[in-house]
């Protein structure tokens, strides 16, 4: 009888909320989540790692929010995963009106997309519909420049090139019972000068709070390069911790 051994790395999720107060009350919050998974069979062993560190800073005019991650994968035969995206992004009056402004800088290297190299960088506007301790609902548009390396040619046999991009956001959270949480940010960005080039990405989450700092948790995401028609699925679950100092 074969013998099949699975073993799945919690997620293991740290984060650390410092609160400094100034004139005009300044909070600076950081994430670090590390997450994985492992199957090892007597055929060989597959496994997937996900690491992301986010950065944060509140004032009561603007925010700034940076991220960094790496997806690192392989399976018996081959590497499946090797991702590294990082983005930094500011909200203008976002914490006292509903209308508000934004700009964003990102960088992303994509083995299982194909990516070589792609630089963003843009504006736009936002709407918050709402705002509170257990929900929220956000949504934004605005314009992207876009520069990008291919490692392997697209539909029009391009391997570099430049665009712009319109740049669809939906961000929402909902806490029941300081339970329950759900939460996601999906974006959907095709190139203005043709439809079929599109970037899909979705994120969302949902955890389950066992302790005060202590939550199980699911993940799920899923990004496509319409234009190389390549894309990649990931979803993980385990333990995260948490500590608000």
């Known amino acids: 009888m ?6 799945a790395i919690g997620l293991c999720t740290m984060q650390l909320t410092g609160y ?3 004139s005009d009350s300044v909070d600076y919050y ?5 997450t994985g998974n492992l199957n090892r069979t007597n055929t060989g062993t597959t496994y997937l790692l996900n690491n992301a560190m986010r950065f944060q800073v509140d004032k009561k005019k603007f925010s700034i929010n940076s991220m960094a991650s790496h997806v690192f994968g392989r399976n018996p035969n081959l590497k499946t995963n090797d991702d590294f995206l990082a983005t930094l992004n500011l909200d203008i009056l976002k914490a006292v ?9 990102g960088y992303e290297k994509s083995f299982s997309l194909k990516v070589d190299n792609r630089f963003q960088a843009g504006a736009g506007v936002g709407f918050t519909f709402v705002d509170s301790p257990s ?4 949504l934004s548009d605005g314009f ?8 392997i040619p697209d539909r029009t046999g391009r391997t570099s090139y430049q665009t712009v991009r319109n740049s669809l956001r939906l961000k929402f959270r909902f806490v029941i019972k300081e339970i329950f949480r759900f939460n996601g940010i999906n974006f959907y960005q095709p190139a203005i000068s043709d439809g079929r080039d599109y970037i899909l990405k979705l994120n969302t989450n949902f955890s389950i709070r ?6 199980f ?18 979803m993980s679950y385990g333990l995260s911790l948490e500590k608000f100092f």
């Open 2 to 7: 074969r013998r099949i051994c699975i073993i």
């Open 20 to 22: 400094t107060q100034f």
């Open 30 to 34: 950081i994430n670090f989540a590390g």
């Open 97 to 105: 009106q509903k209308f508000y402004y934004w700009g964003l800088a």
């Open 135 to 138: 929900a929220n609902l956000e």
């Open 144 to 151: 992207l420049f876009e520069t990008t390396d291919l490692g």
């Open 210 to 215: 066992l302790y005060k700092w202590l939550n």
């Open 217 to 234: 948790t699911t993940s799920f995401n899923y990004n496509r390069q319409n234009i190389t028609s390549t894309e990649n699925l990931l």
